[in-house]
């Protein structure tokens, strides 16, 4: 599912904020956003930007120049939504009333309306950290590896109940992902494209010091495998500042697919340990969440904690043990809860 960086939104409750005159807080979705007092009523719709939201430079948006403007290599200038902090409130997103921009006359509740302002998502150019020769967008049996956050889909929480799921620690890194297609062909990707061997991709020189595509070869020809894709977190030194304070590079499986479909827990077990690669922590196993974590809040303290070094860690990652399809994210359940304290320290 592709994330809806701005969409049609309904806000479901204002709250106030002790000490404050002129803000309040604003309930969409699972987020909270801080907004001026009096502006929205509970019930009205209106324009929901996501953190990560990147904004393109127009009048509208002229009021957040002064702590929001950036210029990016890759994305130009614009206005960057990021978690902040405000009378000791998290504010977590933008919210606008529908009557600031009057392109969206007519549009209806969850609409995106991403591609109609011309909102991008905000990344950090990947050549930048792990380098090398881009030979294409990635292949067929690699999918984009964005989970879906708890706050923007907050029914995922109750579409783990009954079933029977693990927690993971969420890696401070860089995705990457390796493939052999029905054809053989050996694939080493980024987050968004494949590379070639040409000693200039910092991952491509690891995976071959590790003996990664031999390693595959020989589990798909003893297991019958036609294809094979793992997908993990690539920490090391000069990647997201290093936050898990590592002194080599390391990569951490959170991923496995099998002729073209996700692997269960057990079954990503055994093939990572035959194929000798790590796998992202686990920090938990169960039944019925919703039981455990009844709400988002409870989640989001579930998600505190520190990687070994004494850091913040990003946040957990939560899944069904067996692959199962929701609708709500048109794909296998899954989502992430990421740390607010890790945002604020490093958003």
């Known amino acids: 599912m592709s994330r809806k960086l701005a969409s049609i939104q309904m806000i479901h409750d204002i709250v106030p904020i002790p000490d404050a005159d002129r803000i309040e807080l604003a309930k969409v979705l699972g987020w909270q956003c801080v ?26 948006f002229e009021f957040l120049r002064s702590n929001s403007y950036v210029v990016s290599d890759i994305l130009g200038e614009g206005y960057r939504i990021k978690t902040k902090k405000m009378k000791g409130q998290l504010s977590q997103g933008l919210v606008l009333s529908l009557s600031t921009l009057p392109e969206l006359a007519g549009v209806s509740l969850g609409e995106d309306v991403s591609e109609a302002l011309g909102v991008r998502k905000w990344e950090v150019e990947e050549r930048a950290t792990t380098g090398g020769t881009i030979i294409g ?20 929480l109750q579409a783990f109940a009954g079933k029977d799921y693990y927690i993971t620690t969420k890696m401070d890194g860089s995705s990457h992902s390796l493939s052999i297609d029905r054809e053989g062909r050996f694939w080493v990707c980024g987050h968004n494209y494949a590379y070639k061997d040409d000693g200039k991709c910092s991952f491509y020189e690891f995976v071959k010091s590790r003996g990664y595509e031999k390693a595959m070869r020989s589990y798909m020809e003893k297991a019958g495998i036609y294809t094979l894709t793992v997908q993990g977190e690539f920490c090391a030194p000069g990647i997201q500042g290093n936050r898990l304070k590592l002194t080599k590079p390391e990569w951490y499986v959170f991923t496995v697919r099998i002729n073209g479909k996700r692997a269960g827990l057990h079954e990503m077990i055994i093939a990572t340990e035959t194929l000798g690669m790590r796998m992202v922590p686990i920090e938990e196993m169960g039944t019925d969440l919703p039981h455990l974590y009844p709400t988002v809040e409870a989640l989001l303290e579930r998600a505190e904690g520190s990687y070994p070094n004494g850091g913040p860690k990003e946040g957990i990652v939560v899944r069904p043990e067996e692959p199962v399809f929701c609708p709500l994210v048109s794909g296998p359940l899954s989502m992430k809860v990421i740390n607010n304290k890790y945002l604020l320290k490093n958003d």
């Open 35 to 60: 907004v001026p007092k009096g502006q929205f009523r509970e019930g009205d719709l209106c324009v929901y930007f996501e953190i990560d939201s990147f904004l393109p430079v127009r009048s509208e």
């Open 137 to 156: 967008e990635l292949p067929e049996d690699v999918p984009h590896t964005d989970e879906t956050r708890i706050q923007a889909e907050p029914g995922l």
